[in-house]
T-cell receptor
Framework: NAGVTQTPKFQVLKTGQSMTLQCAQDMNHEYMSWYRQDPGMGLRLIHYSVGAGITDQGEVPNGYNVSRSTTEDFPLRLLSAAPSQTSVYFC?????????????FGDGTRLSIL | AQKITQTQPGMFVQEKEAVTLDCTYDTSDQSYGLFWYKQPSSGEMIFLIYQGSYDEQNATEGRYSLNFQKARKSANLVISASQLGDSAMYFCAMSSDRGSTLGRLYFGRGTQLTVWP
């Protein structure tokens, strides 16, 4: 049972480059989300999706795009990387996003922007 | 606005002893959920325990229990019989029914627990 799988685990980019962080889940969860974790800040929600074809912004969406073409996949795109986007990124999923459902997290992607 | 406060940046406990990690929250919602996650040095986020705002009994999961005091808006995590493998960062988080951000978890800044032999 793979759960939530994130790739890559580590990435170094130069300012201005673009890239896509991949996230896939095999639990048939409708709800998926992306968080970033910065030192001393806890985790903050970037974007989320309640099902295929439906996405919405979270707390810190600027500089990021998402799409949800299938239930399983929820990629996060950095269009033009900036040093402020250096962070650890977590993808998470739950059955429907209900308040009583724990989010299942991937192992994270550590991203450095030079 | 929803807010989670963890006032203990670091905690130390001896192996086999119990430890309480503090969490207070602020919300005007009547229906919400409270979660604790563990983040070991390897970086993954591991779900530990959940408490619903209408649950009358404190949640328990093995060596983990949640001391829920609704009137005081606190949801402290109690780890009994600490083990060396419990050394990690622990995050308290809250969810609510607010429709504009369905499923969003509000996280505290975490408590770094160190278990010593």
């Amino acid at each position: 049972n793979a759960g939530v799988t994130q790739t890559p685990k580590f990435q170094v980019l130069k300012t201005g480059q673009s890239m896509t962080l991949q996230c896939a889940q095999d639990m048939n969860h409708e709800y998926m989300s992306w968080y970033r974790q910065d030192p001393g800040m806890g985790l903050r929600l970037i974007h989320y999706s309640v099902g295929a074809g439906i996405t919405d912004q979270g707390e810190v969406p600027n500089g990021y795009n998402v799409s949800r073409s299938t239930t399983e996949d929820f990629p996060l795109r950095l269009l033009s990387a900036a040093p402020s986007q250096t962070s650890v990124y977590f993808c998470a999923s739950s059955y429907s996003g209900g308040k009583n459902q724990p989010q299942h997290f991937g192992d994270g992607t550590r991203l450095s922007i030079l | 606005a929803q807010k989670i406060t963890q006032t203990q940046p670091g905690m130390f406990v001896q192996e086999k002893e119990a430890v309480t990690l503090d969490c207070t929250y602020d919300t005007s919602d009547q229906s919400y959920g409270l979660f604790w996650y563990k983040q070991p040095s390897s970086g993954e986020m591991i779900f530990l325990i959940y408490q619903g705002s209408y649950d009358e009994q404190n949640a328990t999961e093995g060596r983990y229990s949640l001391n829920f005091q609704k009137a005081r808006k606190s949801a402290n995590l109690v780890i009994s019989a600490s083990q060396l493998g419990d050394s990690a960062m622990y995050f308290c988080a809250m969810s609510s029914d607010r429709g504009s951000t369905l499923g969003r978890l509000y996280f505290g800044r975490g408590t770094q627990l160190t278990v010593w032999p």
